[in-house]
C-alpha cells in the first residue's frame, strides 16, 4: 500500500528558510503535490513536480525530487508569518490511475517572530 | 469562475440524523472527489466521479455513505444514521482529466 511520511512540526524564525521533508512509497508516481492548509480551511495547491524533475522553482518555492530515495522537499524561502499552515505532500494512486491523492499526515509550521 | 464550492461549511447535528453535504466543482472539470480529514490527519480519500459516473466507492467508510453525482455538475454525499464518529471535516476537490485537483473549503460535520 501507499504511504506518504513527514515531520510532524517545523519551527523557523522569520526570514529564514524553511525546509519541509516528505518520503513517499511508490516509485511509479508521476506526479507529487505539495498542498498548504489554513487553519479551519480547505486545501490550497502550492505547487507540483512531475517524476522526471528533480527541480522545480516557483518565486519562493523550490521543489526538491530524489526518485532514488523516494524524498520529496519544500523550501520556502524568507519565510513570513503568513506562510503559518499545514502543509502536506501527496502522491496519486498506485499506477498512475485516477484515483484520489494519497496525502501525509502534514507538517504544522511554526513561524517564530 | 471562483472555484470549487462547498454547503453547508459547517453542520452539527444529533446522532442518529441523516445529513447531505453539496459540492459544486470548477465547471469545465471532469472529475469530482470526495474525502474526509480528521483531527490531527491528512484527507482521506473517500470516492470520485468521471462526469456522472461513480468509478470507485470501494473506499466509503461503510454503507451508510453514498454520493451521487446526478448531472455531471454539482455532487452530494449523504451520511445516514449519524454517528459521533463521522464528525470530521469533508472535503470535495475537481480536477480535469489531467490535471491536478483543487480542493473546496470543506463541511465540518459534529455530530453531537
Known amino acids: 500500500g501507499e504511504d506518504v511520511e513527514q515531520s510532524l512540526f517545523l519551527s523557523v524564525r522569520e526570514g529564514d528558510s524553511s525546509v519541509i521533508n516528505c518520503t513517499y512509497t511508490?516509485?511509479?508516481?508521476?506526479?507529487l503535490y505539495w498542498y498548504k492548509q489554513e487553519p479551519g480551511a480547505g486545501l490550497q495547491l502550492l505547487t507540483y513536480?512531475?517524476?522526471?524533475?528533480d527541480m522545480k522553482q516557483d518565486q519562493r518555492l523550490t521543489v526538491l525530487l530524489n526518485k532514488k530515495d523516494k524524498h520529496l522537499s519544500l523550501r520556502i524561502a524568507d519565510t513570513q508569518t503568513g506562510d503559518s499552515a499545514i502543509y502536506f505532500c501527496a502522491e496519486p494512486p498506485s499506477g498512475g490511475g485516477a484515483d484520489g491523492l494519497t496525502f501525509g499526515k502534514g507538517t504544522h509550521l511554526i513561524i517564530q517572530p | 469562475d471562483t472555484g470549487v464550492s462547498q454547503n453547508p461549511r459547517h453542520k452539527i447535528t444529533k446522532r442518529g440524523q441523516n445529513v447531505t453535504f453539496r459540492c459544486d466543482p470548477i465547471?469545465?472539470?471532469?472529475?469530482l472527489y470526495w474525502y474526509r480529514q480528521t483531527l490531527g490527519q491528512g484527507p482521506e480519500f473517500l470516492t470520485y466521479?468521471?462526469?456522472?459516473?461513480?468509478?470507485?466507492k470501494s473506499r466509503l467508510l461503510s454503507d451508510r455513505f453514498s454520493a451521487e453525482r446526478p448531472k455531471g455538475s454539482f455532487s452530494t454525499l449523504e451520511i445516514q444514521r449519524t454517528e459521533q464518529g463521522d464528525s470530521a471535516m469533508y472535503l470535495c476537490?475537481?480536477?480535469?482529466?489531467?490535471?491536478?485537483?483543487?480542493f473546496g473549503p470543506g463541511t465540518r460535520l459534529t455530530v453531537t
Open positions: 466521479f468521471q462526469n456522472e459516473a461513480q468509478l470507485e
Open positions: 465547471s469545465e472539470h471532469n472529475r
Open positions: 513536480i512531475f517524476s522526471n524533475m
Open positions: 476537490a475537481s480536477s480535469s482529466l489531467a490535471g491536478e485537483q483543487y
Open positions: 511508490d516509485s511509479s508516481s508521476t506526479y
